[in-house]
């Protein structure tokens, strides 16, 4: 891989993540992956299009999981130790139904969200001790949670509530951390991140395939203060916007905001 600008992406097998991978490689922009079982993630960008002469030139999959920091610093960091100037981070358990009313809902790794963001400070920490950096030099974050978390406006129509509020209550408490993790982490006297992006879609829908969206024309986009709402949005969609909107020109604009993204 090239030591010029490079993305690094956590969760890329996940389908936000991964169609926002496959517009990078498309672009041309060299990027990083961290995946447990690489061959899966290869086959997945091949599924879409990605030549392996692509592949092979512009993408570096490390091998391990996110409860491994020195992992996450191989995906930070370049052979010639250039640092990457994006990260961005979709990783996500998997749904688990249990028995009770309270919490009907878990996920596989109840903390993977928060885990994940406390392990990339950590790495980034330790990277920082090894090679002074300046506040120029440090990446930016962008993760994706969810909607239903605002403390400001409600951002989920009514007949989701329930669903959002009780329901996914486990998730959404592990995403809530994260989220908080981001800002301060991109705010204090002592920054990891040069910026931070919250993403909040509504309810997930279809896979990571980029031609089986609807197009960016028919989302909708809000902040917390005057959030977009609605119940569904394809993977897709989201992936397209955080190319376009983030990878693509930097993101800055979006430093600090929780956006919301819907049909």
Known sequence: MSSSRFVAFFGATGGCTNAALVHSLNAGIHATALARTPSKLTDMLLAQGISQAVLDSQLTIIKGDIASVPAIKSVLLSKDHTLASQIISGVGGAPVIQWGLKFPVTVDNPEICATTTKN?????????????????????????????????????????????????????KDKKEMENLVAENSTSTEEVFCGGVVVRPSLLTGDQSVNNGKGLLKVKVGNEDK????????????????FEHVIKTGGEEWFGQRVTLTY
Do not use: N
Not at 124 to 149: D, F, N
């Open 227 to 242: 959030p977009a709402i609605g119940y569904t949005i394809h993977r897709a969609d989201v992936g397209a916007w955080i």
């Open 120 to 172: 990339i400070v950590q790495a980034l920490r330790e990277i920082y001790a090894e090679q002074p950096t300046s506040a120029s030099q440090k990446p930016s974050i962008l993760v994706i949670s969810s909607t239903g978390l605002s403390d400001v406006r409600e951002d989920v129509p009514c007949g989701f509530r329930f669903l959002y509020h009780v329901i996914l209550k486990v998730p959404h």
